[in-house]
C-alpha cells in the first residue's frame, strides 16, 4: 500500500467532496511547478510545509494571499502534480461543504497516504456560518487536527472576510471584538503566502520564461513593450496575463 494508497487512491490523486463522499476528479489540471516562474521564492515555503507533512513532521496550515491571477491556485495544483508520486493526495472542497470536513478527517485519519483539503477562493461575510466551521477545523476542534492532514487556502483578502462600513457603524455593541474575531481566522494559518502583483522586472522575467517554454520567437525588447501593452489592456499585470499574452503568440494571433 504505502505510497501508492489502494482503491481509488491508488489511480487518482485529486478528488472532490460529493455528498460527503470523495469522487475522484478524473482529468485534473495537469499544472507543474517548472511552469509557473516568477514567485520562487513563495512558493519554496509552500513546498516546504508540503515536504514536511509528506515526512511525517509538524505541517502548517496555508493561507496563500494575494492578487488575482499571480498564481495561488495553481501553486496548490502543481504541488499536487509534483508530490503524488510520493504519496500526497487533493481534496478540493467548496466553503458550503466545509461542515463536512470534521467527519472527512476521521475517515482520512486511517489512511496511509497525506492529504491537503483545499479550499480556493475562500471569503466570508459576516454573519456567514460556514466562518465558525472553518475556525474550528483551523483549531482543531476537540480531537486534534489528524497529522496526515493539512487545510491549503486561497484568498484574495487578507482578512478573509468581506466588511462593509456599515458592519464597522453597526449596533453590535462589541463591535472591536466582533471585528477581532472575523479577522483573527486569517491568523489561525500557521503559515501565510503573500502572492503579490508582479512589479515591471518580475513580469518581464515571467514573459522570457513563457516565451522559452512556449518556444516564442521574439525580440526580448519587442517581448517586453507588447506584454506591457497587452497587460494595460487587460486591467494590469499578472502571471494569468502574461500566459494569456504568450499563448496567443503561440498561437499565431496578432496581439
Do not use: C, W
Not at 500526497?88 to 467548496?94: A, N, P
Not at 476537540?142 to 462600513?165: C, D, F, I, P
Not at 463591535?175 to 500557521?190: H, K, P, W
Amino acid at each position: 500500500m504505502g505510497q501508492k494508497g489502494y482503491g481509488m487512491f491508488a489511480r487518482h490523486h485529486v478528488f472532490a467532496l460529493e455528498d460527503g463522499h470523495l469522487v475522484p476528479v478524473r482529468y485534473p489540471d495537469p499544472q507543474r511547478l517548472s511552469e509557473l516562474p516568477g514567485y520562487e521564492q513563495a512558493r519554496e515555503k509552500v513546498i516546504a510545509n508540503t515536504r514536511a507533512l509528506l515526512e511525517g513532521r509538524p505541517a502548517n496550515n496555508v493561507l496563500l494571499y494575494g492578487d488575482a491571477g499571480t498564481g495561488k491556485s495553481s501553486t496548490v495544483k502543481a504541488i499536487a502534480n509534483e508530490f503524488a508520486p510520493d504519496g500526497l493526495r487533493l481534496i478540493e472542497v467548496k466553503k458550503n461543504q466545509l461542515y463536512q470536513i470534521p467527519a472527512l478527517m476521521d475517515e482520512l485519519a486511517k489512511n496511509p497516504l497525506k492529504f491537503i483539503l483545499f479550499i480556493d477562493d475562500l471569503s466570508f461575510a459576516s454573519n456567514d456560518d460556514d466562518f465558525a466551521a472553518l475556525k474550528a477545523i483551523l483549531e482543531g476542534g476537540v480531537g486534534g487536527r489528524s497529522h496526515n492532514v493539512a487545510v491549503y487556502a486561497t484568498s484574495n483578502r487578507r482578512h478573509l472576510v468581506k466588511e462593509t462600513m456599515a458592519d464597522r457603524s453597526g449596533d453590535d455593541l462589541h463591535a472591536m471584538d466582533t471585528r477581532q474575531e472575523l479577522m483573527s481566522l486569517s491568523a489561525r494559518f500557521g503559515l501565510t503566502v503573500t502572492f503579490q502583483q508582479p512589479d515591471k522586472d518580475r513580469y518581464d522575467r515571467i514573459l522570457l520564461e513563457l516565451a522559452k517554454q512556449y518556444n516564442v520567437q521574439m525580440p526580448s525588447d519587442q517581448l517586453f513593450i507588447k506584454g506591457a501593452a497587452f497587460a494595460l489592456r487587460a486591467g494590469g499585470r499578472s502571471p494569468r496575463v502574461a500566459k494569456q499574452f504568450v499563448e496567443l503568440l503561440a498561437a499565431g494571433v496578432k496581439v
